[in-house]
């Protein structure tokens, strides 16, 4: 964004920046995911370690917030991951998910329906609070956007039902 490559782009944390707008898109909630029939083990700092992750992009960022909401400053990093592998979508690390691959740290909404068919599992943490996270459209301020991209946004404003 700051390079201006994109016009916009969505960030799960806010960073001080004058140079940047922020717009609050939603919350949504993360949760860690395997596949059914993932052993469910007590959910500690050496099981993580001990387990195979898929990746995808944002995933790493996505693990440190689990993380840190369930272990606080004892949280391993996404830098001490395994991971069994790595693809370059959320819904294409949602099938090795399900094929069971690896677990992985993902938006609820986006596996709500594998998680009420069994099909995914939960895999909860110490921490039994819903971890929810704001995330927000950011743009450089004081630019002045193209109408095709406010009709982008607006149009991702009108399809987020199903996310807080």
């Known amino acids: 964004l700051l390079n201006q490559e994109i016009d916009f782009g969505f960030v799960t944390r806010r960073?001080?920046?004058?140079?940047?707008d922020f717009d609050f898109f939603c919350r949504e909630e993360y949760v860690l995911v395997g596949a059914s029939q993932t052993q469910i083990e007590p959910i500690t700092k050496e099981a993580i370690l001990g387990r195979k992750f898929v990746s995808y992009p944002g995933m790493a960022i996505l693990f440190d917030i689990w993380a840190r909401h369930h272990f606080k400053a004892q949280a391993p990093g996404s830098e001490s991951l395994r991971i069994a592998?790595?693809?370059?979508?959320?819904?294409?690390?949602?099938?090795?998910?399900?094929?069971?691959?690896?677990?992985?740290?993902?938006?609820?909404?986006?596996?709500e329906e594998r998680l009420k068919k069994k099909v995914l599992q939960e895999l909860r943490g110490p921490n039994r609070t819903p971890l929810l996270n704001n995330v927000s459209i950011v743009t450089l301020a004081g630019v002045e956007l193209p109408r095709r991209v406010h009709a982008v946004i607006e149009a991702f404003h009108e399809m987020k039902t199903g996310v807080g």
């Open 15 to 20: 960073e001080r920046s004058p140079a940047i």
């Open 85 to 111: 592998g790595f693809i370059d979508s959320l819904h294409g690390a949602i099938t090795m998910l399900e094929h069971g691959v690896g677990i992985a740290v993902v938006p609820k909404h986006c596996v």
